[in-house]
């Protein structure tokens, strides 16, 4: 049986009809070949969300990737086609943090799996629509909050180990999620239980404490500069821990807590 690749010479062979059909299937036929650049605005779904360890966000999916920016942590996570690497990258210091496809979506970095006992699923509603309610029941184990988290969380909490997560994903949107897209999504909130677009989740302790760990403030349509829309170039590669500038937040929440300890001291 005779194939063509996309090539020039192979090209030249093709009758009329069958060049027509591969200009109209040229995607399809050459999966590898590398996005043509864009050069009009790029159209993408916003979700702004609040988030309990980094505050107001905004996720952004396009047709041909997927981004996190969060403006208090200076940070934007982000993964494109074709081989859909991700990059976490500071915008104040210009470093980054580049993983392979293969490597970050096969594992949660610094969170522990979850054991969950039981699943369950029942009917629900965001802002009038259908929506799904996953509740997940976990047996004991230590808590998927990162580290880097604690300093958002009261003493309290942090001796605590929630039971149950709750996730509320909608059942009817036009947001199209590629399977790399969802996988980014598992991994960025460390629930690969959760089934692709989450709009909520809230973590339940024994005590009848509740964590909102996500929560959807708002969905929209909007389009993005072609500039803005792709890996940055201007970079220095460092750590995931050092792009996050962990060590200097841990310096820093110390201080806070130091000098909270010593007004306390001087109140008695």
Do not use: H
Request: proline share 5%.
């Amino acid at each position: 049986m005779q194939t063509f690749s996309c090539t020039k010479s192979s090209t030249r062979l093709l009758t009329r009809a069958g060049l027509s059909f591969l200009l109209l299937f040229s995607t399809q036929a050459c999966p590898e070949s590398a996005p043509a650049r864009q050069t009009g605005p790029v159209k993408v779904a916003r979700l702004e969300q609040k988030l309990i360890a980094y505050g107001t966000s905004e996720l952004l999916i396009g047709e041909n990737g997927i981004e996190y920016r969060i403006p208090k942590q200076n940070l934007r996570i982000l993964a494109f086609a074709p081989d859909w690497k991700l990059m976490v990258y500071n915008t104040k210091t210009k470093m980054a943090s580049v993983q392979p496809y293969e490597q970050w979506s096969r594992k949660i970095t610094g969170k522990e799996a979850l054991l969950v006992k039981s699943r369950q699923t029942r009917a629900a509603y965001y802002q009038g629509k259908p929506a799904r309610l996953t509740v997940l029941s976990l047996l004991p184990s230590e808590s998927d909050v990162s580290k880097s988290e604690f300093i958002y969380r009261d003493a309290d909490g942090r001796a605590q180990q929630y039971n149950r997560i709750e996730l509320l994903e909608p059942l009817a949107t036009n947001i199209k999620l590629k399977p790399q897209q969802a996988e980014f999504i598992r991994w960025k909130l460390g629930v690969p239980q959760a089934g692709g677009l989450v709009l909520q989740q809230q973590n339940f302790y024994p005590s009848g404490k509740r964590d909102q760990m996500l929560e959807t403030i708002s969905i929209s349509q909007t389009t993005v500069s072609p500039d803005a829309w792709r890996y940055p170039s201007d970079f220095t590669r460092g750590s995931m821990a050092t792009v996050k500038e962990e060590k200097k937040k841990y310096m820093q929440a110390a201080e806070m807590f130091g000098t909270l300890i010593l007004d306390k001291k001087e109140d008695k």
